[in-house]
T-cell receptor
Framework: DTEVTQTPKHLVMGMTNKKSLKCEQH?????MYWYKQKAKKPPELMFV???????INESVPSRFSPECPNSSLLHLHLHALQPEDSALYLC?????????????FGPGTRLTVT | EDKVVQSPLSLVVHEGDTVTLNCSYE??????LLWYKQEKKAPTFLFML????IEKKSGRLSSILDKKELSSILNITATQTGDSAIYLC?????????????FGEGTQLTVNP
């Protein structure tokens, strides 16, 4: 099973809303990632969790808050977003360690902030 | 700053043609180079290359890494319309905070019937 699942597939939210994105994998991976991808651009790394601990935060605004309750599950909590935050949010997972393992991506959540 | 550059940015071919996509990089603490195919949604993994000169093959796709030239190519032979996608090259580096991928801008491949 090389599947990473993400919910919801689409999300429309207002600037005052609070919502969460969810990502799950059951491949035994211990590194999980959040990326943001704008149209016609490559994915940009936001956060990395390794063994359930936040190891990389790419200076992401505090209106994005990640959470990794266990090795299979990753959340991205959203609050007071701006219209420019509209994008495809991708989750990925891999075996951690030395950047020698491929990352598998989920299908993404298409977020629109109105 | 780590940099990954892909060329061409866009390519239009006819079914049956062979294409070569290029990726060059300037990074510190190189660990591996990965190729992904992205259609409408998530990037799907194609290859990971760590050693120079060893070709990896999967059906009509193949890829090779040249660590001396800091580059890689992805070849697709006998292209089909289903090969139309964005092909992303990413380099995995090891930083002080852990490992990360740096992506190139991608090559948009269109295969016409």
């Amino acid at each position: 099973d090389t599947e990473v699942t993400q919910t919801p597939k689409h999300l429309v939210m207002g600037m005052t809303n609070k919502k969460s994105l969810k990502c799950e994998q059951h491949m035994g991976h211990r590194a999980m990632y959040w990326y943001k991808q704008k149209a016609k651009k490559p994915p940009e790394l936001m956060f990395v969790y390794s063994y359930e601990k936040l190891s990389i935060n790419e200076s992401v605004p505090s209106r994005f808050s990640p959470e990794c309750p266990n090795s299979s599950l990753l959340h991205l909590h959203l609050h007071a977003l701006q219209p420019e935050d509209s994008a495809l949010y991708l989750c990925a997972s891999s075996y951690p360690g030395q950047a020698l393992y491929e990352q598998y991506f989920g299908p993404g959540t298409r977020l629109t902030v109105t | 700053e780590d940099k990954v550059v892909q060329s061409p940015l866009s390519l239009v071919v006819h079914e049956g043609d062979t294409v070569t996509l290029n990726c060059s990089y300037e990074v510190t603490n190189f660990r591996s180079l990965l190729w992904y195919k992205q259609e409408k949604k998530a990037p799907t993994f194609l290859f990971m290359l760590t050693s120079s000169g060893i070709e990896k093959k999967s059906g009509r796709l193949s890829s090779i890494l040249d660590k001396k030239e800091l580059s890689s190519i992805l070849n697709i032979t006998a292209t089909q319309t289903g090969d139309s996608a964005i092909y992303l090259c990413a380099v995995a580096v090891m930083g002080t905070s852990g490992s990360r991928l740096t992506f190139g801008e991608g090559t948009q491949l269109t295969v016409n019937p």
